[in-house]
């Protein structure tokens, strides 16, 4: 199988990232992120059933993050490896195809811009509504310089987690390994929460979350100060910030790239975030230095475009070189 992890090669990874850039993420049925979505709610409801009956809550979401990460990584390997005993090019389509829906480049872009267009046009409800297709936090109740906020933290947070963690992933252990990932992550939006329902359940997802973007997490905040120094942002305080301000956050790994895009913007996220009515107060990062505006926006999606960028071609030489 080591051939068909090497179909995502230099000219693999370019044609996914060009796919992405063109096509978006698409709304479709059969889409493996909704498929891995359906089967997460299905294989809860059915662990939840022994419960109380065979094992703790702990350990039954200890085995629903299990049998999903590896369901995802098996139904992968054998789909390339079937579609390319048919044929090799079909093997080859296949493993862009998955490939392709690993990352959420534009479409993350453009729901952030979107937001960005309803707020200078002075229509905070559509700012609002765009704004919870990327976000997890409340937004009904968000002020104009809230809806700012939440925006940019998203972007830098989602620079990480929906694009550079899945190259990586992609990368160094081909497609089954990013989709695997992809499991990981979804797994920790749908049951890693620290609320009565998922603090047992969700505390393997969510741990193997953590471990998961790690690495990732590190190289986008390393990637994005690169960014900001091609932009003519301020790199050096991004660098600055990033030392000093990441591990204030209450993740181990959404500080790194939230604390670069803070310094290279000047400005300072983090405060009171609501989830389901529970007020969440997360720390304060970077400096007050610049106000958030709709530019800061703009800002932080342009550096998520080159920081993805940056990461394609570094991904490019390095499966070049592995070749």
Same mark, same amino acid.
């Given at each position: 199988?080591?051939?068909?992890?090497?179909? @995502?090669?230099? /000219? !693999?990874?370019? *044609? %996914? +990232? #060009?796919?992405?850039? $063109?096509?978006?993420?698409?709304?479709?049925? =059969?889409?493996? @992120?909704?498929? /891995? !979505?359906?089967? *997460? %709610? +299905? #294989?809860?409801?059915? $662990?939840?059933?022994?419960?109380?009956?065979? =094992?703790?809550?702990?350990?039954?979401?200890?085995?629903?993050?299990?049998?999903?990460?590896?369901?995802?990584?098996?139904?992968?390997?054998?789909?390339?490896?079937?579609?390319?005993?048919?044929?090799?090019?079909?093997?080859?389509?296949?493993?862009?195809?998955?490939?392709?829906?690993?990352?959420?480049?534009?479409?993350?872009?453009?729901?952030?811009?979107?937001?960005?267009?309803?707020?200078?046009?002075?229509?905070?409800?559509?700012?609002?509504?765009?704004?919870?297709?990327?976000?997890?936090?409340?937004?009904?109740?968000?002020?104009?310089?809230?809806?700012?906020?939440?925006?940019?933290?998203?972007?830098?947070?989602?620079?990480?987690?929906?694009?550079?963690?899945?190259?990586?992933?992609?990368?160094?252990?081909?497609?089954?390994?990013?989709?695997?990932?992809?499991?990981?992550?979804?797994?920790?939006?749908?049951?890693?929460?620290?609320?009565?329902?998922?603090?047992?359940?969700?505390?393997?997802?969510?741990?193997?979350?953590?471990?998961?973007?790690?690495?990732?997490?590190?190289?986008?905040?390393?990637?994005?100060?690169?960014?900001?120094?091609?932009?003519?942002?301020?790199?050096?305080?991004?660098?600055?910030?990033?030392?000093?301000?990441?591990?204030?956050?209450?993740?181990?790994?959404?500080?790194?790239?939230?604390?670069?895009?803070?310094?290279?913007?000047?400005?300072?996220?983090?405060?009171?975030?609501?989830?389901?009515?529970?007020?969440?107060?997360?720390?304060?990062?970077?400096?007050?230095?610049?106000?958030?505006?709709?530019?800061?926006?703009?800002?932080?999606?342009?550096?998520?475009?080159?920081?993805?960028?940056?990461?394609?071609?570094?991904?490019?030489?390095?499966?070049?070189?592995?070749?």
């Amino acid at each position: 199988m080591g051939e068909m992890i090497e179909m @995502i090669g230099p /000219i !693999g990874l370019s *044609i %996914v +990232y #060009l796919l992405d850039l $063109l096509f978006g993420d698409p709304v479709w049925f =059969l889409h493996p @992120i909704r498929i /891995i !979505g359906k089967a *997460i %709610v +299905y #294989l809860e409801r059915m $662990l939840r059933m022994i419960t109380h009956s065979i =094992l703790s809550e702990r350990m039954v979401g200890i085995f629903l993050c299990a049998i999903v990460v590896i369901l995802a990584y098996v139904v992968t390997w054998g789909s390339i490896y079937l579609a390319h005993h048919v044929n090799g090019y079909l093997g080859t389509c296949v493993a862009i195809v998955l490939a392709y829906f690993t990352i959420s480049i534009k479409s993350l872009g453009k729901t952030a811009q979107d937001v960005g267009n309803y707020l200078q046009e002075g229509n905070e409800k559509g700012a609002r509504i765009h704004l919870s297709l990327i976000v997890g936090r409340d937004t009904m109740a968000l002020n104009r310089d809230e809806i700012i906020r939440a925006t940019v933290e998203t972007v830098a947070e989602n620079t990480s987690d929906g694009i550079v963690a899945p190259l990586f992933y992609l990368i160094i252990g081909g497609v089954p390994l990013g989709m695997a990932y992809k499991a990981v992550n979804t797994l920790d939006s749908m049951v890693g929460y620290k609320n009565e329902r998922y603090l047992k359940l969700g505390w393997a997802s969510a741990k193997c979350d953590d471990l998961a973007n790690y690495i990732p997490a590190r190289i986008t905040g390393v990637l994005m100060i690169v960014a900001a120094l091609f932009l003519r942002k301020d790199w050096k305080n991004a660098y600055v910030t990033m030392r000093r301000d990441a591990r204030r956050h209450e993740s181990p790994n959404s500080g790194y790239p939230e604390a670069t895009v803070a310094g290279a913007l000047r400005v300072q996220l983090g405060g009171t975030n609501y989830y389901d009515g529970i007020p969440r107060m997360s720390a304060l990062i970077g400096q007050n230095r610049e106000k958030l505006n709709e530019s800061s926006i703009r800002d932080v999606v342009t550096m998520m475009h080159l920081t993805s960028a940056i990461t394609v071609l570094l991904g490019m030489l390095v499966l070049g070189v592995l070749r």
